[in-house]
């Protein structure tokens, strides 16, 4: 455990204190209910003193750091700088959501989908779906959002990932420019988005972009969302239904 804690890519790249001290708390009554196993001292420290110094307060913001692992050996690694709140500066984009996990677990176990291709994702947020998709072998992937500060920690996380930090781009992109989301069409082969469908007044101008992208019979799009909304789903759907692409 102490290899894990104490490792040069945990100090580096640390998730909230507020996390370390739930991890431990569950980690030392784990290990007090197996009598042949004994505590580590400079562990034990290390969690009072945490534990005395920090607000576990579910209010408590701030961004920190959080590691995803793509395979089962932990050797294939995503770095993402993420809010603790749902809502900070006025956007919820600035973590990652369930659909934007199921989306990358989706590409973790069907590769091929997007090996040597070229993938667009809309409402990035803060990347974990695109950023897969190019550890997982797409030629390249455009991450697009609108907001300022999304696409402020879009870009970090990009810095952050250097085994893939030249296979993505990262652009401000409004779904109502379909002048410049038909720009986009042309070098996309896969669309890509993750609880983008949070809102029935966004499901309109999301379906004029992907009708500006998906342009040929060759490209394809994969949309995860949260049944939250029953009426905002059935207007996606019926929306997405009234066109056909030849």
Partial sequence: MKTIIFH????????????????????????????????????????????????????????????????????????????????????TGLLTWEAGLFLSDFFVEHPDIIRGKNVIELGSGCGLAGFTCATMGAASVLCTDVNGNVLHILEENRKINPSIVDKIRVAELDWEDTSECARLSKDVDVIIGSDILYDPTIVPPLVGALKAILVSSQQVAYITAAFRNPETFALFLRLIGRFVII
Avoid at 18 to 40: A, N
Avoid at 56 to 70: A, D, E, I, N, R
């Fill in 8 to 91: 040069e890519n945990t100090i580096a790249h640390s998730p909230s204190n507020r996390y370390i001290v739930q991890f431990l708390r569950k980690y030392v009554e784990k290990i007090e209910s197996v009598p042949e196993y004994e505590l580590d001292d400079e562990m034990i420290e290390f969690y009072v003193s945490l534990s005395a110094t920090t607000n576990m307060s579910p209010m408590g913001g701030g961004v920190c750091f959080k590691t995803y692992t793509l395979d089962k050996e932990q050797y294939t690694r995503i770095v993402l700088q993420e809010e603790q709140l749902t809502i900070s500066n006025g956007t």
